[in-house]
């Protein structure tokens, strides 16, 4: 390789970095090669000696990487250290994939401690409000005799069974069982479905709400909450969701500081900076 | 064994040179190479390094033939750094010789302790 291939690859590979750092790189290295030539040493030789150049700007690009990261710890940043480090071959995939599972679950685990949170919230509220200016009116959930706050009073009579659908798979259905007599209202969409079946004598037998990442199903309830039960559900999703997303955090802070200091270890081992007595 | 002690101890030997005087890449490498085995790869993400501690500053000056040179120039930071890894170093030197060589490193604790007794008489 001599001096304008090695030149050009490292420019090639710099691609990503900002134009003043890349020009300065580059400047660094055309002096050297300025200099070992008038040493009387050939483009050969010395372009061997400095290394790949395409490693070279790797490592260049993952510490930058590295350190917009750290200055700026956001998602996107993160993903070009993974990216960066990926390149380098540091993080093979036998690492990666446990990693980027545990990064997938940490995230449902913190969304889902924020939608309980905002349940939570809203349940509490309507308990304090209710408090306040009696409104809105709380009644025993989901128990067909008293249900206007909570359940829409759907007046189904005789008809057997309505049903609507969608273009795009969206579905509508009530449908009476004439032996049972239980009616079965369900919504249904391309994200997930509800599911409400109420019994013959009016209570509601089964509450089965799922979407792709997951089901509830609530069955055989029988005037079941009241007014203290709506506050003691909603502090408990509070809470659940208070301890959930505090958790969260904390494994994402923890996450992100093991991997910024992996990542810096790992630039540290490449570039021979590491190891011998002299840092501790 | 040895690259690796070496390469711990590359950071150190170019700050002693730089404390001599202010000096460019290459001539680093030229000075470096005439006592020890090095990668001349190694040599600029050495100095980014340094540069990024604050341990050395750079400047450029023309030359009259070929692109302007960069020169680095030892900080005052970089100067007291140098000192606390001389003094690590020596020290780390001395415990290292008394592993190697445990006979002397006895003889010599032996006088340490029969030295205060000589003292009484």
């Not at chain 1, 795009?168 to 032996?179: L, S, T």
Request: aromatic fraction near 8%; glycine fraction near 10%; charged fraction near 20%.
């Amino acid at each position: 390789m001599n001096q304008q291939t090695f030149m050009q690859q490292l420019e090639a590979a710099l691609a990503g970095l900002p134009a003043a750092e890349r020009g300065e790189i580059l400047a660094d290295y055309a002096e050297y090669f300025g200099d070992a030539l008038a040493d009387g040493r050939s483009e050969e030789e010395v372009a061997a000696s400095l290394g790949d150049p395409q490693r070279l700007a790797r490592e260049l690009q993952a510490k930058a990487k590295l350190q917009a990261w750290e200055s700026r710890r956001s998602v996107g940043n993160l993903f070009g250290v993974i990216g960066a480090l990926a390149g380098l071959g540091v993080l093979n995939f036998v690492l990666a994939i446990p990693f980027m599972i545990y990064l997938w679950f940490l995230t449902i685990g913190c969304v889902v401690s924020g939608v309980l949170l905002f349940a939570g919230v809203v349940l509490t509220g309507l308990w304090v409000s209710n408090s306040l200016f009696d409104w809105p009116v709380i009644q025993p959930l989901l128990h067909q005799e008293q249900a206007a706050a909570w359940v829409a009073r759907v007046p189904v009579g005789d008809l057997p069974q309505i049903d609507i659908r969608g273009a795009k798979g969206e579905q509508v259905v009530i449908h009476r069982d004439p032996q049972t007599g239980t009616t079965r209202i369900e919504a249904s969409g391309v994200d997930g479905s509800v599911r409400l079946e109420r019994h013959v004598d009016g209570t509601v037998s089964r509450l089965e709400l799922s979407d792709d990442e997951g089901a509830v199903n609530l069955q055989g309830f029988d005037g079941l909450p009241d007014r203290g039960a709506v506050l003691s559900i909603g502090l408990g999703l509070l809470l659940a969701g208070g301890i959930g997303l505090t958790i969260g955090w904390l494994l994402v802070r923890l996450t992100w500081r093991v991997l910024a200091r992996f990542g810096r270890y790992q630039l540290a081992l490449l570039s021979g900076e590491r190891g011998g007595p002299g840092r501790g | 064994m040895k690259t690796q002690l070496k390469k711990g101890t590359l950071e150190m030997c170019v700050l002693a040179l730089l404390a001599r005087a202010d000096s460019y890449a290459y001539e680093l490498v030229s000075r470096l190479a005439d006592c020890m085995e090095i990668s001349e790869g190694t040599v600029y993400p050495l100095m980014r390094r340094l540069q990024a501690e604050g341990w050395v500053t750079t400047y450029l000056v023309e030359s009259a033939s070929g692109p302007s040179r960069k020169y680095y120039a030892l900080t005052a930071t970089g100067r007291q750094s140098l000192a606390e890894m001389q003094v690590e170093w020596r020290e780390f030197v001395a415990e290292v010789n008394s592993v190697l060589a445990p006979q002397a490193a006895s003889e010599a604790a032996q006088a340490k302790r029969n030295n205060p007794q000589g003292e009484v008489e």
